[in-house]
């Protein structure tokens, strides 16, 4: 469960990033052209040297910042660089092994190429490069603004201006410095970094540094889709089997969620707050340990079972975890027992909201409390939650947890590829990558779940009521 | 369920007795593993419900009893790595959100987008090149390396405290602005102090996640048990060499590691409840 992010205007938003994306490029392309067209001397000096512009105007720190940076970058690219790119189209191409060598007339032990490492480094560098003509570019920028304000005879910013500027109007530079490197080093490297990995045969049979791994394009995707191997034979029955999870797990919490909330609002229950604590607990529980908890009250010799051999109620042991079908049932339960509480906390807070007099006038009307709930009381949960639902069943695509604590993926189901009766994809992803090490088929994997995601958001998003009230925000 | 006595007048006495069999039934696995952390007797599964004897030998060896496992360090461990990466996070996310939510700059909208289309990715896809990102830096392995990658995502996690931020009325940011306040200060004087909540929010969702993660602290630590947390800790007393001597230490240790997190949860409840509704509906 998780609370996660809205993705509210998220079909607008890609759609506008991309035009944007474009559009900015040949706005920028333009400006570039322009300026060095109507620059003076140090402007266009700071085309080739970055920096000029700022020493120009006596800015000595900031211009001897970037000039140092230039200088840094093209001694880095030279070194190291250069070889760096290189390798990123390679891969590498010395493999580990023995080699005759002339000289001492023996076969020598090779130390080979690691792919992994030369994928590593090629991301960096192109990273560096971007980084640098982000740079580079904002030298210009600089340039421009400073020729402007000699043009108008203002004073030229110094560097402790500069600064200070940081702390007021240029603020979120700063507040940005910190989560923008985080994002980027642990987030947009890596990203980067597995989705390259999709499209080489990384896989547990190419292991650096013994073996290389190199480009193969789309074949993991041709695999995983068209292909008539036990790799197809695996992603669909999974994909459908996570999307009946995500459809099952979202709705039945929402459903249950709000009839429990509905119970503890209604009028005549008493100690609605020792209910509403008894079902929260359950949420400052840490899910891990609820869920291994279950793992063993559900076990073929766990306490349910015993309990009810002992009552006489059963005769032979049920294999909660380990049927096929009723793991499939048992993980859906279980996940009512987790996620309840939170849609349940959030339908009271809606509840709580919704005017009286409104449920006064239906009476007043003569409206049957059926129809007073149709009416009024759900229209009301279903525009606040709408988002929350579709969060929900992203979240639920990706619910690792419940899963792979519960019945790791299993009762295994030799048919598959390294998969279970209740593995999910990204279950089968963690097996692929953690036990098998097959990274370019979990990869593979990754892309093709991130995908569903964003096709599921897109559908529902446009569909919601709530996607039209969006534009009257941020 | 009977939908007709929900909304009807005279179902509230059925109602009750529903919701305390519910209750039971919620309560139960919690009430199982506190009754199993006081049981003398051993071994993962014993037929009767109730134990036989009551004792507080789970709760000793399990800090005593540091032969194979300590999980007294364990805990600290993860207290370090909680307190440590809740307040890098809170402030990461309260400053993204900040700037997200008052500032206007050309990179803003390309910078929510870019929030959205990263978090759309299964989170630990990345964990194998996140290891090897830390190894590249000598951090596989270490307890500063939870706490970066703990930390990381934060940037992208603003939208619940913008959504907030967006609440607290511009009105005053102006006044302060027309008085000759710099934008840093109307931050740390003025929305700050009017966002408790959701910094109490922000910060409790911090803390607790290291207490419930165990997929990248196994990918970091690997079998090194002296750095583990108690969450892949736990789950490693579970593994079918240890359970059968350790299932009842095992409860004890869920016991040790719900109280607190709990405790926090009850206390700060209504906090809680204004961060999800108000991330919720207010978007």
């Known amino acids: 469960m998780t609370t996660d992010v809205q993705r509210m205007s998220l079909p607008r938003r890609i759609v506008g990033g991309v035009a944007g994306f474009f559009t900015g490029l040949g706005r920028k392309a333009a400006a570039f052209f322009n300026i060095f067209r109507k620059g003076g001397a140090s402007t266009r000096l700071s085309y080739f040297i970055m920096g000029a512009a700022c020493l120009r105007c006596r800015q000595f720190v900031k211009g001897g910042l970037y000039l140092l940076a230039q200088a840094a970058f093209l001694l880095y690219l030279f070194t190291a660089g250069a070889p760096a790119l290189a390798g990123l189209v390679t891969l590498g191409t010395k493999t580990q092994g023995w080699v005759f060598d002339e000289e001492l007339g023996i076969n020598v032990l090779q130390s080979g190429d690691n792919s992994m490492l030369f994928l590593i480094f090629g991301v960096l560098a192109v990273l560096l490069c971007l980084l640098f003509l982000a740079l580079y570019f904002s030298n210009i920028r600089t340039a421009w603004r400073l020729q402007e304000l000699r043009r108008r005879g203002k004073p030229i910013p110094s560097f402790a201006d500069e600064l200070r500027e940081l702390m007021d109007t240029r603020f979120h530079v700063t507040l940005l410095a910190l989560p923008v490197l985080g994002v980027l080093v642990f987030t947009v490297l890596p990203l980067v970094f597995m989705i390259l990995i999709a499209f080489t045969n990384y896989d547990a049979a190419h292991q650096p540094p013994g073996n290389l791994f190199t480009w193969v394009g789309f074949a993991n995707f041709g695999q995983m889709l068209f292909g008539s191997s036990r790799m197809a034979g695996t992603f669909f029955p999974v994909f459908f089997w996570t999307i009946i999870w995500a459809v099952l797990a979202t709705f039945s919490n929402y459903i249950f969620g709000i009839l429990f909330a509905l119970m503890i609002n209604k009028k005549g229950v008493r100690i609605k707050g020792v209910w509403r604590t008894i079902f929260v607990l359950t949420i400052a529980v840490p899910q891990f340990v609820s869920l291994l908890i279950m793992r063993n009250m559900l076990n073929d010799y766990g306490p349910i079972n015993e309990l009810l051999l002992s009552l006489g109620w059963i005769t032979e042991r049920i294999p909660f975890l380990t049927d096929p079908f009723l793991a499939k049932v048992s993980v859906l339960v279980v996940n009512l027992w987790l996620g309840i509480p939170y849609t349940m906390l959030i339908t009271t807070g809606i509840l709580m909201n919704i005017p009286e007099d409104q449920y006064e006038a239906a009476r007043v009307d003569g409206a049957s409390p059926l129809v007073v709930f149709f009416k009024i009381t759900l229209p009301q949960i279903l525009f606040v939650t709408t988002p929350y639902l579709i969060t929900q069943f992203i979240a639920n695509i990706n619910n690792f947890n419940v899963i792979y604590l519960l019945t790791g993926g299993g009762p295994t189901n030799s048919e598959y590829y390294f998969a279970g009766h209740t593995d999910l994809l990204v279950t089968w992803l963690y097996k692929l990558t953690a036990d098998r090490k097959d990274y370019s088929i979990a990869s593979t994997i990754g892309i093709l779940v991130f995908l569903i995601s964003v096709i599921v958001s897109l559908i529902t998003f446009t569909r919601s009521a709530s996607y039209r009230k969006e534009e009257a925000f941020g | ?283």
Request: hydrophobic share 55%.
């Open chain 2, 1 to 283: 369920m009977n939908r007709n006595r929900v909304g009807g007048k005279s179902g509230a006495a059925g109602i009750t007795v529903l919701l305390a069999v519910l209750s039971i039934i919620w309560l139960f696995p919690i009430v199982w593993v506190v009754l199993t952390s006081f049981r003398a007797e051993p071994g993962s599964f014993v037929p009767n419900f109730i134990p036989e004897q009551f004792t507080i030998q789970n709760y000793v060896d399990l800090f005593a009893d540091t032969s194979v496992f300590s999980f007294g360090r364990w805990f600290l461990n993860t207290l370090f790595v909680a307190v440590c990466s809740c307040l890098l996070t809170t402030g990461v996310t309260l400053a993204a959100a900040f700037a997200i939510s008052r500032m206007r700059f050309r990179l803003r909208r390309p910078y929510m987008n870019m929030a959205l289309v990263l978090g759309m990715f299964p989170g630990f896809m990345t964990m194998i090149a996140v290891y090897y990102v830390l190894k590249s830096i000598n951090l596989t392995q270490s307890l500063v390396a939870l706490i970066f990658v703990y930390s990381a995502g934060a940037g992208l996690n603003f939208y619940i405290a913008k959504g907030f931020f967006d609440t607290v009325p511009r009105a005053l940011d102006e006044a302060a602005r027309i008085d000759g306040a710099t934008m840093s200060q109307v931050f740390f004087k003025i929305t700050l102090p009017l966002s408790k909540p959701i910094i109490v929010y922000t910060a409790l969702m911090a803390f607790a996640s290291p207490w419930m993660d165990f997929i990248f602290a196994r990918i970091i630590m690997g079998d090194n048990y002296e750095k583990y947390t108690v969450a892949i800790g736990l789950f490693t007393m579970l593994s079918p060499e240890f359970i059968d001597q350790y299932f009842t230490r095992f409860a004890a240790g869920c016991v040790v590691v719900a109280i607190p997190i709990t405790l926090l949860f009850v206390f700060l409840q209504r906090y809680f409840v204004e961060g999800i509704t108000g991330g919720a509906v207010k978007g």
